[in-house]
C-alpha cells in the first residue's frame, strides 16, 4: 500500500482518539470519579487487546518480549496515566483546547523523534519547513485555544 493510505489511517484514527478520550471523560464525569472510568476502559482495552492478539498470526511473539527493554513496556503505564490526565482536563477546559493542546505537543514530539529515529521510527531530517510548519503549528494551537 501507498502512503497515502497510512496519511488517511492516521488521520482517522486522529478523530477516533478524540471520540474516544472525550467518551472516557464523560463517563468520568458522570460517575464522578476519573479513575474508575480510566479504569474500565483500560480493562475493556486490555481484553479487546488480547482477543485482537490471539486472532491475528505469530501468536509465539509475546515469548521475544523477554528480549525487549523492560523500560520500553512503561509505553503501558503511560498510556494509562494520560488517557487519565485527559480525562480530568477535558471536563475543565473542554475537548477543543485538550484535543489542539495535546496534537501541538505530538507534533513537537513527532519531529524530534523522527529527527533521532528513536523507538523504530524511520529517520527523518529536520528542515527549515518543517520548524516552520511546528511553529505554525503551536501558532494554530494558540488562536484556538486562547483567541
Known amino acids: 500500500m501507498n502512503k497515502t493510505f497510512y496519511y488517511a489511517l ?5 478523530v477516533i482518539i478524540a471520540a474516544h478520550l472525550a467518551m472516557n ?14 479504569a474500565a476502559f483500560w480493562s475493556i482495552g486490555a481484553v479487546v487487546a488480547v482477543i ?19 523500560l520500553l513496556l512503561l509505553a ?6 494520560l488517557v487519565l ?3 480530568i482536563i477535558i471536563p475543565k477546559i473542554g475537548a ?19 529527527q533521532f529515529a528513536l523507538w523504530s521510527s524511520p529517520q527523518e531530517s529536520l528542515s527549515v519547513l518543517k520548524m516552520v ?10 488562536m484556538a485555544v486562547a483567541l
Do not use: C, H
Open 96 to 114: 477543543g483546547p485538550t484535543n489542539v493542546l495535546q496534537l501541538a505537543g505530538q507534533v513537537i514530539a513527532g519531529v524530534l523523534i523522527s
Open 76 to 81: 503501558g503505564a503511560m498510556g494509562a496515566a
Open 52 to 70: 485482537i492478539w490471539l486472532a491475528g498470526p505469530n501468536r509465539s511473539a509475546m515469548s521475544r518480549l523477554k528480549e525487549i527493554n523492560p
Open 133 to 142: 510548519g511546528v511553529v505554525v503549528m503551536v501558532g494554530g494551537a494558540y
Open 25 to 38: 471523560a464523560d463517563v468520568g464525569e458522570k460517575i464522578e470519579n476519573a479513575r474508575a472510568a480510566n
Open 85 to 87: 490526565a485527559i480525562a
Open 10 to 14: 492516521a488521520f482517522v484514527v486522529g
